[in-house]
């Protein structure tokens, strides 16, 4: 069975963002990775059809938007993201690691599923109010 060692993991860029790099494998039915974003890096508001997801934080703290919801989680915290739900971050401190998996693994690429959203630039100002 494959072990991950992460002084051996070497990062790849995400498809959606090419300077953010990622720990990324895919299984049989679920893709898991390692993300880490600096200041001003972390993803807009998106959504992912096919894909559930759940991340579980690491370092920093981040204001995150679930559906119509805002609120902000840190270190230790563990979030559930159904499919469909619109959701994004912004970092409050940096850096921002997280592990997340996915369901299903398609390709094992984390943003496979990354669907823009109509109404960006609003969840992005309902964000940024958050401190």
Same mark, same amino acid.
Not at 11 to 24: C, E, L, R, S, Y
């Given at each position: ?11 790849? +860029?995400?498809?959606v963002n090419p300077n953010? &790099? ?6 049989? $039915?679920?893709?898991?990775? =390692?993300? @880490? ?11 992912? +059809? ?6 579980? &934080?690491?370092e920093g703290r981040v204001?995150? $938007?679930?559906?119509?919801? =805002?609120? @902000? ?25 997280f592990f997340t998996c ?30």
């Amino acid at each position: 069975m494959p072990i991950y060692k992460a002084q051996d993991m070497q990062p790849t +860029p995400d498809v959606v963002n090419p300077n953010i &790099m990622m720990m990324q494998f895919g299984g049989e $039915l679920i893709k898991a990775g =390692i993300v @880490t974003y600096q200041a001003k890096e972390g993803p807009p508001p998106h959504a992912h +059809p096919n894909d559930e997801q759940w991340i579980y &934080m690491l370092e920093g703290r981040v204001a995150i $938007l679930l559906g119509d919801e =805002i609120t @902000t989680i840190g270190s230790g915290d563990l979030v559930y993201i159904p499919r469909n739900t619109v959701h994004g971050i912004r970092i409050l401190e940096s850096p921002c690691r997280f592990f997340t998996c996915k369901s299903p693994s398609g390709s094992g690429n984390l943003s496979e599923d990354y669907t823009d959203v109509p109404n960006v630039a609003e969840l992005q100002r309902r964000l940024a109010l958050i401190s």
